[in-house]
């Protein structure tokens, strides 16, 4: 089955460096690919939408500067935490739109999750 | 704006039904997904239905969609320890996937 591969799956950085997080789609090409952060304990908040070629599109109150998104190819998007801080330290998980739809009729997969502490 | 929302909790006893439920405003969704999520793991997908569907039923999983009250459910027949876990439910529209904040399900022994 489609399967969405997200590196690293847990990273450590300083405060004040930038870390970035892969998300490939294996056997796949996804037309789009979501970033979603989720806080402890609480539900997943959609960041970004990014479509392969073009700029991605941040929900409300995300900053586009702070967290860069490339979704350079039709299998990769990065998500990169710029100038990292505690506070970004969260769970973050990507998930994937097949550009063809399965027999089964879904066509969104996730990824793994990477869990990132800023220290 | 679309919302979907749950319970925060439920409790049951190993063997029993567990019935988790879940609203949502957007009329204009075309699938609803229930994820599971265990502990320190990403999302893995139990089950979705497509919107012009009442029920879907697979394995230990039934589905039920009320489309005119924006109601939908998931029942876990004979719940087993391992059925512990948090459960998103998540509509999609307009291309992404809105989540509601997940119910936590303990099974009791």
């Known amino acids: 089955g489609a399967v969405v591969s997200q590196h690293p799956s847990r990273v450590i950085c300083k405060s004040g460096t930038s870390v970035k997080i892969e998300c490939r789609s294996l056997d796949f090409q996804a037309t789009t690919m979501f970033w979603y952060r989720q806080f402890p304990k609480k539900s997943l908040m959609l960041m970004a939408t990014s479509n392969e070629g073009s700029k991605a599109t941040y929900e409300q109150g995300v900053e586009k500067d702070k967290f860069l998104i490339n979704h350079a190819s039709l299998t990769l998007s990065t998500l990169t935490v710029t100038s990292a801080h505690p506070e970004d330290s969260s769970f973050y998980i990507c998930?994937?739109?097949?550009?063809?739809?399965?027999?089964?009729?879904?066509?969104?997969?996730f990824g793994e999750g990477s869990w990132l502490t800023v220290v | 704006g679309e919302d979907v929302e749950q319970s925060l909790f439920l409790s049951v006893r190993e063997g029993d039904s567990s019935v988790i439920n879940c609203t949502y405003t957007?009329?204009?969704?075309?699938?609803l997904y229930w994820y599971k999520q265990e502990p320190g793991a990403g999302l893995q997908l139990l089950t979705y239905i497509f919107s012009n569907m009442d029920m879907k039923q697979d394995q230990r999983l039934t589905v039920l969609l009320n489309k005119k009250d924006k109601h939908l459910s998931l029942r876990i027949a004979d719940t087993q320890t391992g059925d512990s876990a948090i459960y998103f439910c998540a509509e999609s529209s307009s291309y992404k996937l809105i989540f509601g904040s997940g119910t936590r399900l303990l099974v009791r022994p």
């Open positions: 957007d009329s204009s969704s075309t699938y």
């Open positions: 998930s994937a739109r097949d550009r063809v739809v399965s027999v089964s009729g879904n066509t969104i997969y």
